[in-house]
């Protein structure tokens, strides 16, 4: 097919590409495939053919079942050409057709001819085409064959039934397992690509037998594994058994480690460097033991291969973050790859520099990065601003230089995501680095003179809000804050108009200049800009006069929202307009508000409450309405918190039984969830002993009995405790369902008048410390912490013993108080040492309580925690601290 002439673009590196299948038809193949019913056939115009038909399958598309077997049956006519180049189009093309079992058996005779064939590239391809076509009855016929070809002279043949077996082991294992001797012999070739196929093989045959593995590495580490790409294997393999088998907890060695670093000194650059890598990922790994990984790959920085210096580069980045004084010794080889023409080998050589680079460095690196920005993509460069970031905070002092380095690129052209990459910088620097407040806060000012984008302007300005009114001189950001009320749409308008009325409430001197900007505001031509001016000039004093603005309006404008949305957005659907106003405080704190849902048994229906109410009626009302209906509960007041259900029966038991736990301020009630799930008996006068020898502070005060329990229908049966006022009190609880069991004839349903005493062993239950805490979440975490200040503060510091992972230690800790986390600080990067995570909640008494975990490695797998508690009550915040140290 002729190509038109190209002319070189000399503004671009590259010349277009142009495929040669450009605009050709399913229609127009299909005519063309008639050569293969040639008499003399044309084996150069049938594998163009074949070739047009392999571009239009890969291509996605897709041939009709008639179509399809109209071009398999005209190419099984090209067998009987003999040309070898036509041959393999076929196979190809068989493969690719992938004909049903009706069709397979009109080549099946061909293709065995050409696996016992004296060609061995007809007998390799043979095999792998009948390997891919064939079921499990023809495979049997077949194996003898294939056992044989494992073990061939040829490499190639070796190969091809090696790599079917890999892809046979998905569909037919235990055919391919009785191939293990055969491919032991084989791991033993000379050969490289058989060695490779045949190890891999054998570990996926041998990998669900850990013993079996370990065995396999054990051999090959101490034998001579000529292939590379073999050797490459059995490094990965090697890491895998180290990871499973750990340290030496006498010697202190880790196995296969000598194995692992007799690689680094392996003559193939590829076995060197996956070397080096495992070392580099090895779980817990020490300075001692990176350091000859580090030096090699310090070598292959300066390679001529790019291949090599990416991969040395991406490597040691990795290591930077867990190990940042490791690297150090590379920064010069690396510094030099900056100016790489490689852009992907330049961005990751600048961020690692920017992680391992001391103080002194980082102004001859801005420098450097500055000439480089404008060269990549924004992905790029969205990893050097956050590499920037991570530095700023590691040295506070260099502040200036790198906040108006991130100001200038936030001045040039990207996209959304690389600008809020930016922006998040900025905020993150200003928050953490007081001296970078003002100049930080003018960047983002005249950010917004110019966004494009509505999200990063409404979060500037609400930024803008909160920060602003606590710098030197607020006046100087009014300007910036109205242009936008004048310039921006109107979402932006609104964000705006908000942020007016917060320099209003929170600097009394500007109230005048406030009161005039707002007072325009209110000819907008958008109702909800309209809204917001009307609603604060009358919240801060729209009457011009200048008094101190209220606590209680502060609290309205910079107070977060305790109450989750959904929550609040169902209370108002609920709400029925009357003489008495909405009341916010009924609104559930709960985070989750849904259906009560218990884990059941596949089959049984909802147990108790399982039923979800009817209309949005969340989980929290459902309990109250049920509680509040029963008298010996009416006195105990509002439960403070009902629990989620917990099992104390194993699925498909006689008895399905779950308890909720209800917490009031002076009461515990457990509400025993039950279901009978056998059809011939019904339950009668049900109740739950409780012995409560494990939980001293409670007292029982009332049992209220199930008169009646059939099959199949959910009842409940409720023991109420007395427990100190407001006091968290924790303890065990054993459960036997008692009961009396009655005879139900399956067929008239009639039950039999006398009834027998029976009881059921329960599990144990636990009333626990995270009972006793709601999970309330906090929109702005920061302003919440100091709104709340320091008066009732409590800080101290924890081991937390060894751990499998910092990840572990969080969620435990997270377990263990039952709070909140806030703005998805429960989440712990991976290979991360040290993290920092929000927590919030109401503690009994309706007090707020906010946390910040600080958590650190401290030592091999060892983990310490800082805890600082924020609370407007001091026994609170020092019940949170009694409770991390009692658990």
């Known amino acids: ?220 580490t101490r034998g001579n594994v000529r292939s590379p790409l073999a050797q490459c294997l059995l490094i990965r393999y090697t890491s895998q058994v180290i990871r499973e088998s750990g340290t030496n907890t006498q010697t202190g060695d880790r196995p296969f480690y000598d194995f692992l670093e007799g690689c680094l000194r392996h003559k193939a650059e590829m076995v060197i460097f996956e070397a080096a890598r495992a070392i580099t990922e090895l779980s817990g790994v020490t300075s001692r033991e990176l350091t000859p990984a580090i030096t090699v790959l310090q070598l292959f920085l300066s390679s001529s291969k790019p291949v090599l210096r990416f991969a040395a580069v991406r490597t040691l980045n990795k290591v930077a973050m867990t190990h940042p004084m490791a690297v150090t010794n590379c920064n010069i080889d690396m510094e030099s790859l900056i100016s790489d023409q490689n852009r992907s080998i330049a961005t990751l050589a600048i961020t690692t520099l920017l992680k391992t680079g001391n103080e002194s460095s980082v102004d001859r690196l801005m420098k450097q990065i500055t000439n480089f920005m404008s060269d990549i993509a924004d992905e790029f460069k969205i990893v050097v601003v956050e590499a920037i970031r991570s530095l700023c905070l590691k040295f506070p002092l260099k502040y200036r230089a790198l906040m108006n380095f991130l100001s200038n690129i936030l001045r040039e052209e990207g996209g959304f995501e690389y600008k809020k990459a930016i922006v998040d910088s900025i905020v993150i620097l200003i928050r953490d680095i007081p001296d970078a407040k003002e100049s930080g806060l003018l960047h983002l000012c005249e950010f917004i003179e110019d966004c494009e984008f509505t999200y990063l302007s409404t979060q500037i300005l609400h930024f803008l809000g909160i920060e602003g009114p606590k710098t030197s001189d607020p006046s100087k950001y009014i300007r910036y804050i109205y242009n936008r009320v004048i310039l921006e749409n109107a979402t932006v308008r609104a964000s705006a108009v908000s942020t007016l009325a917060k320099f209003g409430a929170m600097v009394d001197s500007l109230k005048p200049r406030i009161f005039v900007l707002l007072r325009r505001c209110l000819f907008d031509s958008d109702d909800e800009v309209r809204d ?94 049920l509680l509040s209906s029963i008298p010996e509960y009416a006195s105990f007041g509002k439960p403070f918190k009902s629990s989620a259900p917990v099992e104390l029966t194993e699925a498909e038991t006689e008895y399905a039984v779950n308890v909720v736990k209800h917490i009031f301020d002076r009461h515990v009630v457990f509400q025993y969830n039950c279901t009978n799930t056998i059809p011939e008996q019904l339950l009668e006068n049900v109740t739950v002993i409780v012995d409560a020898s494990d939980a001293e502070e409670f007292s029982e005060v009332s049992t209220k009995p199930l008169r009646s329990l059939p099959y199949d229908s959910p009842g409940q049966t409720f023991v109420a405790f007395e427990k100190p006022d407001g006091v968290p009190a924790v303890g065990k609880f054993t459960n036997m369902l008692k009961f009396i069991v009655k005879e139900v004839d399956p067929t008239t349903g009639e039950t039999e008048e006398d009834g027998v005493e029976d009881e059921y062993q329960l599990e144990d239950l636990e009333v626990v410390a995270a009972d006793y805490v709601l999970k309330v979440g906090v929109s702005n975490f920061r302003n919440a912490w100091e709104s709340m200040g320091p008066e009732f503060e409590r800080v101290d510091e924890y081991g937390l013993g060894p751990r499998e992972s910092l990840a572990e230690a969080v969620s435990a800790v997270i377990s263990l108080l039952g709070l909140q986390p806030c703005e998805g600080t429960e989440v712990v990067p991976s290979n991360s040492r040290s993290h920092t995570c929000l927590l919030s909640g109401v503690f009994i008494g309706n007090a707020k309580v906010l946390v910040r975990l600080s958590f650190g490695i401290d030592g091999p797998k060892e983990v310490a925690m800082k805890l600082a508690v924020r609370s407007e009550d001091e026994s609170v915040s020092d019940a949170i601290h009694e409770i991390v140290a009692s658990g």
């Not at 929202?561 to 003489?579: A, F, G, M, Q, R």
């Open 1 to 220: 097919m002729a190509q038109p002439l190209v002319k070189k673009d000399d503004d671009r590196d590259d010349e277009a590409d142009y495929s040669p299948f450009l605009g050709i038809e399913k229609g127009a193949v299909l005519q063309e495939a008639r050569v293969f019913n040639d008499p003399q056939l044309d084996a150069r115009r049938c594998s163009q053919v074949i070739t047009k038909l392999l571009y239009l399958l890969n291509q996605g598309e897709t041939f009709t079942k008639i179509e399809a077997t109209e071009v398999f049956f005209a190419v099984t006519k090209l067998f009987q050409s003999r040309d070898t180049g036509l041959r393999r189009m076929v196979y190809l093309m068989i493969k690719e057709l992938s004909p049903s079992a009706d069709e397979v058996i009109i080549v099946t005779s061909s293709l065995m001819k050409d696996m016992n064939s004296k060609t061995d590239m007809y007998r390799a391809n043979a095999i792998r085409v009948l390997c891919r076509i064939t079921d499990g009855t023809l495979l049997t016929q077949i194996e003898r064959y294939l056992k044989q070809a494992i073990v061939d002279k040829n490499p190639v043949v070796a190969s091809a039934a090696l790599v079917s077996g890999i892809h046979l082991l998905q569909t037919n294992p235990e055919i391919v397992r009785r191939w293990s001797n055969e491919v032991q012999e084989a791991v033993q070739s000379r050969a490289a690509l058989v060695q490779f196929h045949a190890l891999a093989l054998l570990h996926q045959i041998r990998q669900n037998d850990r013993l079996a593995v370990s065995k396999l590495v054990t051999s090959l």
């Open 532 to 625: 917001r001016a009307t609603l604060y000039l009358n919240t801060i004093g729209g009457d011009g006069s200048v008094v101190e603005t209220d606590k209680d309006v502060k609290d309205f404008l910079f107070g977060s929202l305790d109450i989750p949305l959904v929550n609040l957005e169902t209370s108002l659907k609920n709400y029925e307009p009357s003489e008495e106003p909405f009341d916010i405080d009924s609104v559930p704190r709960e985070v989750k508000s849904q259906p009560l849902a218990e884990k059941k048994a596949p089959g049984k229906k909802p147990t108790g409450l399982g039923a979800p109410p009817s209309g949005p009626t969340s989980t929290v009302d459902a309990y109250e309405k």
